[in-house]
């Protein structure tokens, strides 16, 4: 057989596997029809993975000190084991010289991996309601670009003494690029964020927080004075968020015992807690209240039901990336085996399913997905 011969059989069978593929594609095409009304409906959930309430542990201490450390890494380990992750401050000063690098890669490379999360403190630990808007500004913003430069995903910002009750001060972390900001609270109706039918925070940039320390005037010194608030937290279905200092350094500002602190993460494994990091629930609830999906199309044949469907939330992508629960509730009729949400071929998640109702977690990006349904049986 000649090269010649042997390039055109070669050009012929490609052309006929590209006509086959075309022909395939084409049929999938003609199948595709509108979709006049889905034979379910879904509905974001308030709280990641459908738990009843949301905590969010921060630590106001300097990570990677050489007094601290060692307590941090029990602290965190504590958290950790049981499913609850914790953040830490970042004064972004204190970590300028290269000296420093070392804990910025442990922070990177080990902290964030096991699900610590860093939030903006400043770049120095001033007392910003006595600054003007531009001093903030330039402190928030100074903040967020080291934290960013360093690979830290700055979104939430936490002030020191809790100094932002100013709304120059609030405008000023928001225009740093901040999505919200904790504060500090002393009166404890208002610890609960997004209580019972509520879904959005009275204001994202003064979140309150539950100050924990022992002996201090409006602070919670106890387990015992900690368990009210967490069990009155899952009955409203709310977020809160705990401020912790000096866990386990009696001689420390904000001194909190070791044994109380154990008790109370033991309490939140034990009730129906996510313990979510402060700027991933942040991220979640405006996610939440934006959410919209489309459908594009179905294919319905004997044993499945494939819908192109795009999940939606309008937010910038590289910042909301916190996956949505989303529980979708069946038509009566509908039996349903099993539901798989794929991206082209591959599967990007698998929901659960109870009778009529399924659930799975996604991030709304405004991407297009198939949303292929198993045996979607029609009862006679």
Not at 73 to 85: D, G, I, S, T
Request: proline residues 4%.
């Amino acid at each position: 057989m000649t090269r010649m011969t042997t390039c055109l059989l070669l050009l012929l069978l490609f052309f006929s596997a590209c006509d086959k593929k075309t022909i395939l594609e084409d049929s999938d095409t003609d199948r595709k029809k509108p979709v006049e009304r889905a034979v379910f409906k879904i509905t974001p959930l308030k709280w990641y993975n459908g738990k009843t309430a949301a905590v969010s542990m921060t630590y106001d201490g300097r990570w990677g000190h050489w007094k601290w450390q060692h307590m941090f890494e029990y602290v965190l380990n504590a958290a950790y084991v049981r499913k609850l992750a914790i953040d830490f401050e970042f004064v972004t000063a204190n970590f300028m010289e290269d000296k420093y690098e070392f804990i910025r890669e442990d922070i990177r490379n080990r902290a964030m991996k096991l699900g610590v999360h860093f939030y903006g403190h400043g770049h120095t630990h001033s007392y910003h309601d006595s600054l003007s808007y531009r001093e903030s500004f330039l402190s928030f913003r100074h903040c967020f670009y080291y934290l960013d430069k360093w690979g830290m995903e700055p979104r939430a910002y936490a002030y020191p003494y809790g100094a932002g009750r100013k709304p120059e001060t609030q405008q000023a972390v928001k225009d740093a690029g901040f999505i919200c900001a904790r504060g500090l609270t002393t009166d404890p109706s208002l610890y609960y964020i997004c209580p019972d039918d509520e879904s959005e925070p009275e204001n994202w940039y003064y979140l309150p927080t539950i100050p924990v320390a022992e002996n201090k005037d409006g602070y919670i010194g106890t387990h015992s004075g900690m368990a009210p608030i967490f069990e009155t937290a899952i009955e409203r279905s709310s977020w809160i968020i705990i401020m912790y200092h000096a866990i386990g350094f009696p001689e420390d500002w904000g001194y909190y015992p070791m044994s109380e602190y154990l008790s109370d993460v033991g309490k939140l494994h034990q009730l129906d807690f996510w313990g979510g990091n402060m700027d991933m629930v942040a991220c979640y609830i405006k996610e939440r209240n934006a959410f919209t999906c489309e459908f594009l199309s179905v294919i319905e044949d004997s044993d499945t039901i494939e819908y192109e469907i795009v999940f939606s939330d309008g937010l910038e992508n590289s910042v909301y990336s916190q996956p949505l629960t989303l529980e979708c509730n069946f038509d009566s009729n509908v039996n349903v085996e099993s539901i798989e949400i794929l991206s082209g071929d591959e599967i990007v998640t698998v929901a659960t399913i109870d009778g009529a109702t399924a659930r799975f977690n996604i991030i709304p990006d405004e991407k297009t997905y198939r949303m292929r349904i198993t045996k979607a049986a029609i009862a006679e």
